[in-house]
């Protein structure tokens, strides 16, 4: 549109901010937003003009608009002419506006809409500073957290309120970075040959580990649809339908307690193949993300971070780092000392051998070493969750130095040096069980090295984590699949003479961590049916259970399946990892909030009679019981 006839013929808008550049300047143009700054000077209005796709300053001369009231966060249409700032009043800190060295210079102005409620009832919509948050580094710079941050609003206020703190531009700008990553995955997996397919949300139970939700079906009294923990069968029914290699943006439901950092429905980036191995589809997965990076590398300063991608298998990630994600990005590695201090003259170390515990220690080189205050906070930090607090030595001039020292005996003193750097220290986790030791001492790693000041966070390091066990005993003490029971392994000739037997068992699942945490699993399946009833029979279920629970999948397994695999990536935290952002709450549009509540709408909302009388449902739980 390049003159001033066309513009006013226009009913809203002539461009869109952002498409604007320095070769407008003299034209006649119509723009429409909301106005989310005002400043009065000298008589002479400006405000900045947001449309979503950015901002620009326009300026209202009081000869045109003699009588013209201006509020923030009205909707507008303005017309008039891009011009030049006049020199020195160019507003650089602002990121979000577009041309920080123009003007529109208003000739007309309509207003839309005017809030009718007060602005201070309403979340702050105070845009973040020029060292906002896509500078700060992640959130084990605890300390250092909401250093350049412009507001302080509360979370509550920002849910509660939601359709107006969508108009911060922080939310705006990770909403606009989810759907051009998910653009981009889109088009990957179209150009390998992936077919994207919806499958159902009302659907039958998939057990993926936590509780489903049930929707109580009308028609069918006394049936409920469950919704899908994941679409894990009908993504193994695709490759048995012949589509060979399926993805989805897929929505999966879990009622699980909640934790800090989950939510009651969240995104995986899911995806099913036919005939590939392990290797296909690690390949497959970390090219796309080596593609992601590269295509939207400084679209934020932490996605221009260097990456890397490596790979272990799951015993060397939990020898070494005490976990099956593992932060790369800190160096320090486990150790085992428990045959060290076997006969040790130290009791409390001893004790937890004798119990058939275990003692690992983590060097770490001198010129990472905590002082005495760090030592305190790290202390601190490990009562505070739980943990026993650690003990620690330093070796100086070749001896080693500790409180608990003079316990040791010389060769038990001489064995920790040789794994010590000279000024280096280490630090003990004993625990009654070697995963336990591990636990701890996997927590204590990246502790450690938020008081050392390891430099190098500022990257991604993704790790593939292979040869995962098959089963494990869960929280009930009974047998349970380690990924899902439809995940392949080397099953030995009779698995239900001694199921426990199959705790040694490794599967065919592997998982993709970042930066210490997990961003998505997958395995090959079991494609043949015998197989598969012999590894739902050893969780418990006979033939008849395995039959009713899964009749689909069982039918599927009749009719012939190719070997098939797969993997589901959690999008929402992939988002919110990669935008260094803490919660994944901050990259979903209209997220619950920590306890499942939607303050928004209300969500879940009591059930009026009327409906349960349709749905054949009553209430057996008191007022107070309901958690209402
Ligand atoms: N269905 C699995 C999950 O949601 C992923 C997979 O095995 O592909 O974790």
Known sequence: MSNRQEATDVRYRTHRISDLNAKHVGTALKLSGRVSHIRDHGGISFIHLADGTGEIQ???NPENFPNFELGREEWMTVGGTLEIRPEGTMNVLNPDIVLPAHELVATSAEVHARPTISLDKLPSLERYTARGKDDRTESRHDEQQGEGVASTVSEEFLLRYRPFSLRRNDLQRALRIRSRVAHHIRSFLQSEGFCEIETPILA?????????????????RGSAYALPQSPQIY?????IGGLDRYYQFSRCFRDEDLRANRQPEFTQVDLEMSFVTEDDIIELVT??????????????????????FSRMTHAEALASYGT??????????????????????FDTFRKYVEMGGAILGIPIPASDRLGRNEIDRLRTWAKDHGLPQPAWGDRKDGEFISSIGKHFSGQEQGHLVSLMEEGGQIFFAAEATLS???????QLRPQIAVRSQVTDLERWEFVWITGFPAFERNAEGNLAPAHHPFTDLDLPENPSEDPWQLLETSSRAYDLALNGEELGSGS???????KQLQVLKVLGYDEERSRRSFPHLLAGLEYGAPPHGGIALGFDRMISKLLGLDSIRQVIAFPKD????????GSPVRIESEDLRHLGLGIMVSEKDSGA
């Not at 993926?208 to 939700?213: K, T």
């Not at 099956?324 to 003259?345: C, G, H, K, N, W």
């Not at 336990?436 to 996997?442: C, E, K, L, P, S």
């Not at 920590?594 to 709408?601: D, F, I, Q």
């Open 524 to 530: 090959l399946r079991i494609h043949d049916l015998a």
């Open 287 to 308: 090219r796309m993300l080596t593609n992601l990076l590269e295509s939207i590398k400084g679209a934020t300063p932490t996605l221009s971070r260097p990456y890397r």
């Open 594 to 601: 920590g306890k499942g509540r939607c303050l928004m709408t």
């Open 58 to 60: 326009i300026r209202f």
């Open 324 to 345: 099956d994600a593992p932060d790369l990005r800190i160096p320090y590695r486990l150790i085992s000392l428990t045959e060290v201090f076997r006969q040790t003259a």
């Open 436 to 442: 336990d030791a591990r636990r701890v001492a996997g």
């Open 235 to 239: 993504k193994q029914l695709l490759m």
């Open 204 to 220: 039958a139970p998939t057990p993926e580990g936590a509780r489903d939700f049930l929707v109580p079906s009308r028609v069918y």
